[in-house]
T-cell receptor, first 114, second 113 residues
Framework: NAGVTQTPKFRVLKTGQSMTLLCAQDMNHEYMYWYRQDPGMGLRLIHYSVGEGTTAKGEVPDGYNVSRLKKQNFLLGLESAAPSQTSVYFC?????????????FGPGTRLTVT | DQQVKQNSPSLSVQEGRISILNCDYTNSMFDYFLWYKKYPAEGPTFLISISSIKDKNEDGRFTVFLNKSAKHLSLHIVPSQPGDSAVYFCAARGRGGADGLTFGKGTHLIIQP
């Protein structure tokens, strides 16, 4: 049981390049999330999904796209990377039932855009 | 506009003593509050949570107190242990609107031997 995994762990991009970050969870969770964390800041929600085939915008969605083609995977895409997207990206998932709203996080992807 | 505020960037506490981490919020639509712990180069891990209809929740050495009238919550860790040294994030979930959590900036807790 790996929980939430993220690929890759590190990446350096040049401005204008594109890339996709992959998040996978093996807990059969319905809800999945992408956050970014910048130095001295809390995590901010980029996009989220409440089930396979659904996506919705969070607090800071501009410059990112997402897809949830399979329940266990949530992809975050950067079509044309900018230096302002240098950050640590965290994926999370949670069970849709109950009232705990507890999210389980992956280890993060550190992205640098030069 | 920060809706969840952790005004202490860092806190140093002696091992065995009580650690108290504070969090203030501005959005009265928040209905659930969570504390996460984060070590360097790792993802946040869930510690403890509290519903807005309660004023206290306890789990082992960790207790969270909620004062709705003051829009304030605190996390108490007693006794503090060296492994508690980490960054602690306060997070909140809002009724309606976008799903997901709103996080504070975090407090770096340092447990001194």
């Amino acid at each position: 049981n790996a929980g939430v995994t993220q690929t890759p762990k590190f990446r350096v991009l040049k401005t204008g390049q594109s890339m996709t970050l992959l998040c996978a969870q093996d807990m059969n969770h319905e809800y999945m999330y992408w956050y970014r964390q910048d130095p001295g800041m809390g995590l901010r929600l980029i996009h989220y999904s409440v089930g396979e085939g659904t996506t919705a915008k969070g607090e800071v969605p501009d410059g990112y796209n997402v897809s949830r083609l399979k329940k266990q995977n949530f992809l975050l895409g950067l079509e044309s990377a900018a230096p302002s997207q240098t950050s640590v990206y965290f994926c999370a998932s949670r069970w849709e039932g109950g009232t705990a709203y507890e999210q389980y996080f992956g280890p993060g992807t550190r992205l640098t855009v030069t | 506009d920060q809706q969840v505020k952790q005004n202490s960037p860092s806190l140093s506490v002696q091992e065995g003593r009580i650690s108290i981490l504070n969090c203030d919020y501005t959005n009265s639509m928040f209905d659930y509050f969570l504390w996460y712990k984060k070590y360097p180069a790792e993802g946040p891990t869930f510690l403890i949570s509290i519903s807005s209809i309660k004023d206290k929740n306890e789990d082992g050495r960790f207790t969270v107190f909620l004062n709705k009238s003051a829009k304030h919550l605190s996390l108490h860790i007693v006794p503090s242990q060296p492994g508690d040294s980490a960054v602690y994030f306060c997070a909140a979930r809002g009724r309606g609107g976008a799903d997901g959590l709103t996080f504070g900036k975090g407090t770096h807790l340092i447990i001194q031997p």
